[in-house]
DNA sequence: CGCAGTTAGTTACAGTTGTAACCATTTTTG
DNA sequence: CAAAAATGGTTACAACTGTAACTAACTGCG
């Protein structure tokens, strides 16, 4: 009986719901601005616009999504523009998706607007109480995730931005 | 150029794919000890084994989601005999939802298996920073979640259960 | 070389989701 | 007290998602 309470506002419940509005919020910002511009779309091309001409399953990895869901995400940012699919001469299995330079200008806008999205989420919240979330988060998803799938990640996306 | 490296290990990309692998363990975990319930049910279980009889409404709140979600939540939980909808006497649109015998006696092995998804899901994380991670999350949702779909929220179930 | 096993990416399909329209009931208010 | 507005809940529909099956290309071992 008893822990019931601590069990309906543990991480469980939480996470899910906060990521949602998060997620929503994004979305709505992207919007407004006047981007037919999703998180996922995002996450696409803030990896991008860090490292141009990476295969869609370095972006997985990187983003953390289904390769169905990746490849998706890139048909529509390629119908509207914004990167192009090129076959890779070394491996032709491979598609390197580099920045249209529609892509490349919407940089400067889209990360505004990101930022104004954190800015609104974080009111009232500390830095280094931010940081610790982030951590712990990071942290959850190592444990859950399965070996494989975390491997690249670990070395590759996670090191390299340690600085965050 | 420089803040785009922030920006991928920001909140947006990471609540959601932590929060993604937190419900698929959860999920395994219930199914692995023999039960046809989703972290969705759950929610909703969770909260009657606190406050038998809560209607819809009340529960889309405490849980976070849409109302057709919770009306397909208790479908399912209805169909699997774990809880029944009554109708309200005072007020004949609400329906008010009570557990079954076998929604009382799954509680506790179903609260079992939350608290070992949990835990699995927080090795090598301190008790301290994951009260912080919490409450930053939490403060994220009170930020983003537009004003009517908090009050309630806000005054019942938070305060409720503050000493988590 | 050649065939078995991998790998990158796509497609098909079934299940899930969110929006909006809807019904039934209650509340408001003129 | 009747009509209009609001509320709890459901349903219909279109969009999205994940799984599995598929294609094309590469790798490795005989």
Redesign the interface.
């Known amino acids: ?1 008893l ?24 979305n709505e910002n992207f919007a407004l601005a006047g981007y037919e511009i999703t ?1 996922d779309h ?2 696409v091309l ?2 991008l ?2 490292d141009d001409g990476l295969n869609q399953k370095t972006l997985c990895e ?4 289904h390769k169905t869901k990746i490849t998706r995400t890139i048909d529509s940012l390629e119908s509207q523009s914004y990167v192009v699919r090129v076959p890779d001469k070394d491996d032709r299995r491979n598609k390197l998706i580099y920045l249209t330079h529609k892509g490349k200008k919407a ?1 400067k806008e889209l ?1 505004a607007q ?2 104004k ?2 800015d ?6 500390k830095e280094d ?2 940081d ?10 190592l ?3 399965d070996e494989q799938h975390i491997q690249h990640f670990l070395f590759n996306s ?1 090191n ?2 340690k ?2």
């Not at 979330?133 to 998803?141: A, D, G, P, Y």
């Open positions: 009986m822990e019931e309470p601590r069990l309906a506002q543990s991480l469980g419940p939480y996470i899910g719901k906060t990521a949602k509005v998060m997620e929503k919020r994004v998180l995002w996450i803030v990896h616009w860090m990187f983003a953390g999504r940089q990360s990101m930022l999205t954190l609104e989420a974080t009111i009232g919240i109480e931010l610790i979330c982030k951590r712990v988060l990071h942290q959850i998803f444990n859950l995730a996670y390299r931005n600085k965050d």
